[in-house]
C-alpha cells in the first residue's frame, strides 16, 4: 500500500483537522467529535446537515458553507457516525428553525439518523429527514434496502441550501429536497478497487482487462463485470440506464454531473462526458448545466459515475443560486448582486443586511469582492 498516511486508525481524525486548518474561517471541529460545522451559524434559518462514512471526500464537510451544508458528521472509512455523533451534528446546527438531514440509503446512515432525530427532539429540536435513493443499477445491495444513495446527493446539498438561505421554513426545505430525489438517477462504474487504509489492499478483485458496471461507491458489486470498453461505451451505457430509469418526456431540460471516483484523471471525465453529452441530445433531452470533476469519490478507485436531474424553474433557480463552499462555488446570476442575509460580523454592526458582493469580470465569470461588502452602504456600482 502507497498512501500519505501516518497511522491507519488516525485516518479521519487527521483529515479532519487538516480541513479546519486548511478553512479556518469557514469551518469549526466540535470538540470530542467527528462533527465539522460552519465557523459561524445563521440565526433564523433551517439547519441543513448531512454525514456518512468517510472516503468519498469532499463529500461530506467539502459542502459545508453558505448556500449549501451547515454541518457534516464524518464516520471511519466506510461506515457511518454513531447515533451519538449525528445527534451532536443535529444539536450544534440548530438556530431555533429547525434541522433538516440529508441521509443516504445505507442501512447505517439510515438507522444511526433515525435514533439521532429522536435523541434531538427530545431536546426540543425539530429534525426532518430524507433519504437519498438515486443509484438505478441495484434495488437491493450489500448496504442497502432498496436503492443506494450516490453522488445525486450533491443536487441534494445545493437545492435544500438554497432554499434553506433563501429563509424557506423546514418543511418547504424538505418538500424541494423530496422533489429533487423524486427526479434524479445515478450509475457508476469502476476499472479499479479502491484500498482502504486499514485492509491496505484492494477490496475486490478486478481482471487487468474488466470492470465492473453499476459499481456503488463503497465497492459495492454492480449489475455486470464485463471486457474493458470505450469511455464513449462507457458514457453511453451509464447515461441510457439513467434515462431509462427517469423516462422524462422530449424536450426536458436536466442538470448533469460527471463524476470521478477519486482515481480517475480529470481529461478522462471529459472524454467520458462526449457520450454523455451525445446520449442525452440523442434523446431529446435539453441540457441545463453539466458538472464534471470528483464530487462523490471512493477513495482511489478509478471509475465514474453519470448522475441526471430533471429541473424546472425551481430548481434551476435554486441550482444556480450563489453557494461559497470549500467544493463547490456559485457566483449566483445577477450580474451584481449578493447572496443572503448572514450573521457573518459586519464593521457597522449591520448583521441584517451584511452580505457578500458579487462581480461580473466575463460573459460567464465572477469573483467575490475581498471580504463582506453592507448593502446600505454600497448602493450604487461607483461606491462599491
Known sequence: MQKLINDPDDYVDEMLDGMVSAYPDRLTRVDGTKVLTRDTLIDGKVGIVTGGGSGHEPTHAGYIGDGMLDGAAAGEIFTSPTADELNALTESCDTGEGVLCVVKNYEGDVMNFDTAAEMAEIEDVNVEQIVVDDDVAVEDSLYTSG?????????????VGAKAAAGGSLEEVAAVGEKVV??????????????????????????????????????????????????????????ENVIEDLDPENGTEVAVIVNGMGGTPLSELFIVNNAVQSTLKGDGLEIWETMVGDY???????????????????????????????????????????SWTTATGCVWGNKSSCRPYWIRTGSSHRIRLGNWGCWPRCESHTRI
Open 296 to 338: 462523490m469519490t471512493s477513495l482511489d478507485m478509478r471509475g465514474c459515475s453519470v448522475t441526471v436531474c430533471i429541473v424546472d424553474d425551481e430548481l434551476k433557480e435554486l441550482l444556480a443560486a450563489p453557494a461559497d463552499t470549500p467544493a463547490l462555488t456559485r457566483a449566483g446570476d445577477n450580474e451584481w448582486g449578493y
Open 147 to 159: 436503492r443506494r444513495g450516490v453522488c445525486g446527493t450533491i443536487f441534494v446539498h445545493k437545492a
Open 182 to 239: 423524486d427526479n434524479i438517477g445515478t450509475m457508476g462504474m469502476a476499472l479499479t478497487s479502491c484500498v482502504t487504509p486499514a485492509k491496505g489492499e484492494e477490496t475486490f478483485d478486478l481482471g487487468e482487462d474488466e470492470i465492473e458496471l453499476g459499481i456503488g461507491i463503497h465497492g459495492e458489486p454492480g449489475t455486470e463485470r464485463t471486457d474493458q470498453l470505450s469511455a464513449e461505451q462507457v458514457g453511453t451505457h451509464l447515461t
